[in-house]
């Protein structure tokens, strides 16, 4: 099992073998789930909203314990035991919520075995450590042989983002209203990055686009570790893709050999980060 949060589409999804439990996005109090088998989200529609309708209200709902137990519940009474990897618990309560199923129905299914990982981690980047996770158990793995890799490499995992409308930030209470004004004046874009506890913390404040985007490809030089199990790595976007591919391709051209996952943010990822958003992942 993983959320939604981790980025991955329907045929990532039945290709991969996983099962996705969804967190809710709130626009203007109409409900979506961010991942839904069968429904195709519209992402340019939903990065032109959230640029051109400065009323937009966008509320993201983390997964409960309820929703968990019935995803979970038919697979433990099937016989069949769970990993779920899960997005940070720095950014949302989903974590506590797959974790609270967990220790409910151990009870109820003492013989199956139920493990519930912090990726410390979001979007592609928490995808990066499904893919490994479903590398592993393809090839033989145990559950708690993939589950003690994935808290190791949970650790060295990267996370940066270059994000252009300040006043998204102001909005979910990660920039004051002041420095959201003087930041855009100034034409500040911001590079965040994911910390040791998972959380979103600022990394650097620069001016201008071009110089923010050129510093997202000398960090991915300064911390990649280049192994075969490092060579693939994920950028994702809202509503910039061309800088996105561009992105990958310049990082691509400075380390050959390397792949990439180039995708839009999932919608309640993107809702946080705000329109004009790159992001890289690599560990």
Known sequence: FTDSAANLFEEQVKGLGLQVVSLTL??????????????????DAFFRRMREET??????????????????????????????????????????????????????????????????????GEGLMVYEAVRLRDGGASLETIAGHMEQRRTEINQFFMVDDLNF???????????????????????????????????????????????????????????????HFGVTHTGAEEEAHLLAAEIIDRNPGLTAEIAPFEPCTASHVGPGAVAVFFF
């Open 169 to 231: 930030l102001k909005r979910g209470g990660r920039l004051s209203p002041s420095a959201a004004m003087a930041g855009s004046i100034m034409h500040l874009k911001p590079i965040l990055r994911g910390d040791e506890e998972g959380k979103i913390v600022l990394d650097r404040k620069l001016f201008g686009r071009k110089k923010a985007l050129a510093t997202l490809v000398e960090i991915f030089g300064e911390l990649h570790v280049d192994s075969p199990e490092n060579s």
């Open 55 to 124: 009323d937009l209200e966008l509320r993201t709902s983390m997964i409960n314990t309820a929703a968990f137990l019935e995803a979970f519940e038919p697979y433990l009474k099937a016989g069949t035991d769970i990993l779920y990897l899960a997005m940070s618990a720095g950014l949302s309560g989903t974590w506590s919520g797959g974790q609270a199923a967990a220790e409910i129905l151990k009870k109820k299914y003492p013989e199956r075995t139920i493990r519930v990982i912090d990726t410390l981690s979001a979007t592609i």
């Open 26 to 43: 709130s626009m203007n109090e109409e409900e979506v789930l961010c991942y839904e088998p069968g429904r195709k989200f519209d992402f």
